[in-house]
């Protein structure tokens, strides 16, 4: 035991860490449910289409651009659905603001790029699941090691081929949401 002590305490002393910071995402929009605001205004459902506010911490070192994308794997279309991927978010910026995928907007910083999102429009589209099981909506900021060799007509698989290659590290939250 006292071996044990000994070793850890040389550890902290040598500059090892108790607690590491880790890349971590938040919202001060959504919590462990969806909203009216950040459900579809389309497909059946009447919600307001406001893309999450979203901000991040602890950048890993390398970063050069950031990648964001919201994924439904529970919908009903055999491959998932996305709702958002914006890419060659500036290595300066951590947070998008709140409706930032209205591209009418024009409220994502300087250089980023929105894709078609699953429902063939660019930027956000709101959850709408089918009446039934609650859908679980995947949020995730890629820290990407280089800007994407992409434009705005690439798709989703092509950008998240290039967003995997690219990640040093990434980061995510959950959301719920479901249409009875």
């Known amino acids: 035991m006292q071996k044990l002590i000994s070793f850890v305490l040389l550890a902290v002393l040598a500059g090892g860490s108790v607690s590491a910071q880790t890349f971590t995402l938040k919202s001060n929009d959504v919590g462990g449910q969806a909203t009216n605001r ?21 950048i890993p070192a390398g970063t050069q651009a ?21 890419f060659n978010i500036p290595a300066s910026v951590t947070s ?26 660019p930027g956000y589209i709101g959850a709408c699941p089918p009446p039934g099981p609650i859908h679980e909506y995947l949020i995730t900021v890629y820290a990407l090691k ?9 798709g989703a698989a092509l950008a998240g081929f290039y967003i995997n290659a690219n990640t040093i590290e990434k980061a995510s939250i959950v959301f719920y949401a479901q249409n009875k």
């Open 146 to 154: 280089s800007k994407l060799p992409l434009d705005k007509t690439a």
């Open 66 to 86: 950031f990648a964001v994308t919201i994924y439904d794997k529970d919908a009903p279309t055999g491959s998932g659905f996305w709702h958002w991927t914006i």
């Open 38 to 58: 950040q459900m579809a205004s389309s497909f059946g459902c009447h919600g307001e289409n406001v893309s999450p506010e979203l901000h991040w911490e602890n």
């Open 96 to 121: 998008l603001k709140s409706d930032a995928g209205n591209v009418a907007k024009r409220l994502t910083p300087e250089g980023a790029i929105q894709l078609n999102n699953d429902g063939g429009q």
